[in-house]
């Protein structure tokens, strides 16, 4: 009897051994993940996507990328704002996750500003190792502005500002030469020109409508096209716009036709209005404005996440607003 139970303690050791270092690695329903994380900045042009070729956007380093791990049944969620900050000896319950990484953020827009995102599911087993990957793309349109050498000669100062639906204004002032990153959907281009005997105008000259993700518009401005005689605007997306650039006559009516005015009431505009949460103000907030030759819209943009869950709309043409949407703006 003695013999038999020395010879079974090495087994005994040995199965202790092998609990205690399976315990360590995450047994009794835990695992751990091993994080693969890669960018792509390719970037279609607009026109003629199939045969355009690609260009490049801005690609950050991988440890830039913030991480966000989350179980599918909303039980577990945790981001590292870098990927630096990843810890791989983390445990995790078995079950199944979303993998996702991300660079930025879509409402942050503008030059050197692109939104990279990606997101992957895979499945934590018990005491193994899941190697989720995931490869993040820009989420942003690209929006390129350039001038020729004949509309830098036909106007001293020059300006375009582009807005996404519902986003930030951007100018792309004489000599700005970056591309903008903005929200895909419709973006609208607003032109302000000044001619060399200083008469002024801005206006509407055309809109990007249902812009792509991943996808550069390259906008030109161009002068009778570099040649002499009357005036004329020429607007062209893109190198490979097989379609006839947008004319417009720079007459005089364009010019010296009086510009829609604005005129703030019960606040400075330009000036932010603070508020603390709970007090009401009873002053009366009201913008005026008058136009001659009429309005065809006025867009009022909001930035609120509270007001737009709520089913404020995030931008709005007060003239043709649905009875829907003055309903909810009245509510609040």
């Not at 903008?180 to 001619?195: D, F, H, M, Q, W």
């Not at 809109?207 to 040649?227: C, R």
């Not at 932010?272 to 009366?284: Q, R, V």
């Not at 309005?295 to 003239?319: D, F, H, K, M, R």
Request: net charge negative; with cysteine.
């Amino acid at each position: 009897m003695k013999l038999k139970f020395l010879r079974l303690l090495p087994v005994i050791f040995l199965l202790l051994s092998a609990c205690s270092e399976n315990d360590n690695f995450g047994s009794n329903g835990y695992g751990k993940i091993n994080v693969s994380i890669s960018a792509d900045g390719s970037v279609l042009k607009s026109s003629n996507i199939s045969r355009a070729g690609e260009t490049e956007a801005f690609k950050p380093e991988i440890n830039q990328f913030s991480v966000k791990v989350a179980k599918k049944d909303g039980s577990y969620s945790h981001v590292w704002n870098t990927f630096a900050d990843f810890d791989p000896d983390q445990q995790y319950v078995t079950g199944t996750y979303t993998l996702s990484a991300y660079y930025g953020a879509i409402d942050e827009e503008g030059f050197d500003k692109p939104y990279y995102y990606g997101e992957s599911e895979f499945t934590v087993y018990d005491s193994e190792v899941s190697e989720p990957a995931v490869t993040a793309t820009l989420a942003n349109t690209m929006v390129a502005v350039n001038y020729t050498d004949a509309f830098k000669k036909y106007f001293v100062d020059y300006k375009t500002t582009i807005h996404s639906e519902g986003g930030a204004y951007i100018d792309f002032a004489k000599e700005e030469t970056r591309t903008a990153y903005v929200r895909p959907g419709n973006i609208s281009l607003e032109l302000s020109l000044t001619k060399t005997t200083g008469t002024q105008t801005t206006f509407n000259p055309a809109d990007i409508e249902n812009a792509l993700p991943k996808t550069l518009y390259s906008i030109t401005f161009d002068v009778n096209g570099g040649e002499v005689g009357e005036g004329q605007l020429l607007i062209s997306f893109d190198s490979t716009t097989e379609s006839e650039p947008i004319t417009i006559p720079l007459s005089e009516e364009l010019f010296n036709a009086p510009a829609p005015t604005a005129k703030s009431i019960g606040y400075e505009s330009g000036v932010s209005l603070n508020l603390m949460e709970g007090d009401a103000y009873t002053a009366d907030l009201k913008a005026n404005l008058t136009a001659i030759s009429g309005l065809n819209e006025v867009v009022l943009t909001t930035a609120s996440e509270y007001l737009i869950s709520q089913g404020w709309p995030a931008e709005v043409n007060l003239l043709a607003a649905t009875e829907t949407q003055k309903a909810t703006m009245t509510k609040f």
